[in-house]
């Protein structure tokens, strides 16, 4: 048994579908994270990859203690933190930190760059003078490549590009030194020639600074470049995990080969046969029977219609949970 | 590698002489604001304005009652002799007084409880809201009336805290919904992510953006009150020894004004009341337009008339262009077309310049460049749906045979949507949620073809449906009930109603995920084929038009950098611009080749460099790309690129 810095263990969350009243106490339940097994070890880089709807979202939020897990546990540097108390919370969040989605949306408008990202400091007491507080925030924003500091410290959200404002988002998380940082689709709002930027930014974190990373992506194009692993979300569940480079070149799963085969390819050359998926991710209240991709399968059988697919390895670390794997 | 990163310095302006600026513009908010000094300014210097002393009531004879106006009483003087004039100084003192402190206590609570309500939201917010309702359903005024009355002795003090007291209501429900969509925001979210409690929220980012609204209702609070003073002291229910403008109507109304003639008694005071709430008002609606951010001014205006002038700036020779033999005929001509934003005080921002390019029937043309390279303007110019600031300067569009920037409004409302239509980016959202798809369609075809009704009506609005994918039965479907990709089939459907030859798609699929754009993809090639459509795919994503476009116009701050089949756009690129880009592709074939990253951000339109305006970030750039800029180089019948280097080869 190999110890890990993070482990995930069946997790689950389940939301309430509207509000149980007197008349209708039994209230259908959404199943949006349905039972995921993760392991992460230190200053790896895991993909989590599925498109809207999948569930990855709310993973990111249960694992950052921001929505209370169902049922499942997470372990976090050999403690047990499922149900952390509020004391213990706000330590782990010195340590796990969060990039979000939209640099429009996740920045306060009315603060400044300098506020923003030493916001963290002041919360969590970090700093005993204005210098030190200073000195913290202009090295967050160069590490997140906004040299020099000192011409964004005062400058409004609204006075800076989308890629910008991305870099202030993980200064902001930087600034507190996270072991773990966990970025929810951070270039999906981005412009193509700026992505490749906060992507390698990222990287680079990852190898000076040894902290590990959960991306999380709908986008296979991405992940590529600096994950070590991919792990492939469908409906609450992962359907396939292994080494980036397993996934990438020998996919298992037909939602990973479907997956695959949309990523844009920029070569008209390379005109591909897709397989374009028919329909979207079903709504998490009804479940399918059986294999939840069956009903999108393109190669489904009698038997996926009724029994839920355990995981096969499929390969050194690489698991799949498919029933037509290696037939 | 830093100096690109450098923009222009950050500007230390107080965000009170912003808000200055903008203030200023707003004609009706500054007339408000005087109308505030002044009375302000009067109640403050009553003493020395005033020309009595309004508490000398002695040596009065009956000769000095209801006086009309004279030298020595300007307003004439009231029932017991005194200066109207007078009273009316010191009665803004006492309504001001009132009015104010009144307006405190109420935006206070009201403040409190909002906040309170919409931030923790479950029981706490049910119960402070129902007592809200309870409270707002009580009628303020004869509730008033039996508290003040049952007080014995009515007080000044007395009377500001029962206004107060019960004028809460409505800043509570205000700021309560205020807090919910601001909690909702994810600046919220991620302040939580850094551990912050619910205190630091509040005051932090809560706080900021409620205390705008809870401005401009503040003043509206502060005019209701003031009235409410008056009311109150008509009644006869004030203090009677502190004189206000309501006590002087009760006086004057009590005692005969009305039977005598004396008008100024009446009138006076009136006037006094009509002028602070009229200058609250209008002040009030001034600091709404400048604080409440929902009335940003983002939306689009009727285009004004075009003023053909010259670009600003050198204008660039353009290489004679040759036409291209084909058998498909062309639909769509941009010549040499220059949009500008202008706006007072600024720099015109040169958002598109010289600009051109050809569309076929049945053409698939990608417009492909990052956000702010003009790509949205250039569609809306063509289509003359830009904003008020934006202005064709220079430049033909061709539709056939008509040129579309010489019609006049009327002409081109017929070309648009008919001739060509237009998927807005985001326009998936822009349904509205209170009326099913099916109606909404039936709406965008009976706007351009009015004798569209009933059966047939219902026909080809299942029919566009059908088009795109959906099945008929889900028109009586609200867009709730449709998914993300199943609304932009719905917009697209939109765009076909009036069965346009030309349609731009801006950016369909940007927000979507990957399984679902490459079902919108599909739509539009499938259309495309199916209708004999031509179809401009604007996207930031080279990726996306690759595997379906015939021809790729690369826009970089405003400019073709690259125009071409796509092809040679993909394999034989000549504009650094253009290779630059597709080395950002990441290549799943390579995964373990680290991703090239274009260096520093596109330039900003109000701010263009000199020469090339992609010489700042370019690789290969040299002395000359900084000062000149590049012509449009013609390299092969459908090939265009402008870079200097290119130029060199030819």
Known sequence: MQDYFLEVQDLKKYFLAGRPSMFNRAVEQVHAVDGVSLQLRRG????????????????????????????GKIIFESKEI??????????????????????????????????????????????????????????????????????????????????????????????????????????????????????????????????????????????????DRIAVMYLGRIVEIGPTHEVLTNPQHPYTKALLSVVPVPNPRLRRERVILQGETPNPIHLPSGCRFHPRCPIVVERCKVEDPAYVETGESHQTACWMVGT | MTDLVTSPAPLPTSRLTD?????????????????????????????????????????????????????????????????????????????????????????????????????????????????????????????????????????????????????????????????????????????????????????????????????????????????????????????????????????????????????????????????????????????????????????????????????????????????VPSEAPILIEVDNLSISYLTENKPPARAVENVSFTLREGELMGLVGESGCGKTTLMLGLLRLLPAAGQIVDGEVWFGDTELTALTDDEMEAVRWKGISIVFQGAMNALNPVRTVGDQIAEAIVKHNPLMKGKALEARVSELLDLVGISPEHKKHFPHQYSGGMRQRAMIAMALACNPKVVIADEPTTALDVMIQAQVLELLDSLRKKLGLSIIFVTHDLGVVAEMCDSVLVMYGGVTAEYSDVDTIYNTARHPYTQELLKAFPDLSQPDKRLASIPGYPPRLDDLPAGCRFAPRCPLAFERCHIEQPEIHQLSERHFASCHLVEKRV
């Open chain 2, 19 to 323: 808000f200055w600026r903008v203030f200023r513009r707003n004609k009706m908010g500054l007339v408000g604001l005087f109308m505030l000094i002044t009375i302000v300014f009067v109640a403050v210097f009553a003493h020395v304005i005033a020309p009595y002393d309004p508490s000398a009531t002695h040596d009065v004879a009956s000769s000095d009652i209801y006086n009309p106006p004279s030298a020595a009483h300007w307003i004439g003087t009231d029932d017991a002799g005194q200066d109207v004039f007078t009273n009316f100084i010191f009665g803004a003192r006492v309504s001001l007084i009132v009015g104010f402190f009144a307006a405190f206590i109420s935006v206070f609570i009201g403040g409190v409880l909002g906040i309170v309500a919409g931030f923790f939201g479950g029981r706490v917010e049910n119960i402070l809201m129902r007592f809200t309702d309870i409270m707002l359903v009580i009628p303020d005024l004869p509730l008033m009336v039996v508290i003040v009355a049952l007080t014995k002795k009515p007080s000044l003090l007395n009377i500001i805290f029962v206004i107060g007291l019960l004028g809460w209501t409505t800043t509570a429900r205000i700021v309560r919904s205020q807090t919910l969509a601001v909690k909702s925001r994810k600046f919220v979210l991620r302040a939580r992510a850094i551990g912050a409690g619910n205190r630091h929220i509040i005051r932090h980012h809560i706080l900021p953006l409620v205390m705008p609204i809870l401005v401009v209702n503040a003043v509206l609070v502060v005019s209701l009150a003031i009235l409410n003073e008056s009311t109150l002291a008509f009644l006869g229910l004030g203090d009677p020894t502190a004189i206000s403008w309501g006590q002087m109507l009760n006086y004057a109304f009590g005692r005969g004004a009305m039977s005598t003639g004396a008008w100024w008694a009446l009138v006076t005071p009136g006037v006094g009341i009509v002028w602070v709430v009229l200058g609250l008002t209008l002040f009030g609606h001034g600091l709404e337009q400048v604080l409440n951010p929902r009335l940003e001014t983002h939306h689009l205006m009727r285009p004004r008339p075009i003023v053909k002038h010259e670009a600003t700036g050198k204008p660039l020779r353009h290489a004679t262009r040759q036409r």
């Open chain 1, 44 to 71: 790896e880089v895991v993909a989590i990859v599925g498109e809207s709807g999948c569930g990855k979202s709310t993973l990111a939020l249960t694992l950052m203690g921001l929505e209370e897990p169902t049922d």
């Open chain 1, 82 to 227: 499922t149900h952390a108390n509020e004391h213990d919370r706000k330590l782990l969040r010195q340590r796990i930190q969060m990039v979000f989605q939209d640099p429009y949306e996740s920045l306060n408008p009315t603060q400044t760059i300098g506020e923003i990202v030493g916001e963290p400091l002041d919360v969590h007491g970090l700093i005993h003078s204005k210098s030190e507080r200073e000195l913290k925030v202009v090295k967050a924003l160069e590490d997140a490549g906004l040299k020099p500091a000192e011409t964004y410290m005062h400058r409004f959200p609204h006075q800076l590009s989308g890629g910008q404002r991305q870099r202030v988002v993980i200064a902001g998380a930087l600034v507190l030194e996270p072991h773990l940082l966990i970025a929810d689709e951070p270039v999906s709002m981005l412009d193509v020639s700026i992505r490749a930027e906060i992507l390698n930014l990222l990287a680079d974190l990852r190898r000076t600074r040894q902290i590990s990373i959960i991306l999380i992506t709908h986008d296979l194009g991405t992940v590529g470049y600096f994950a």
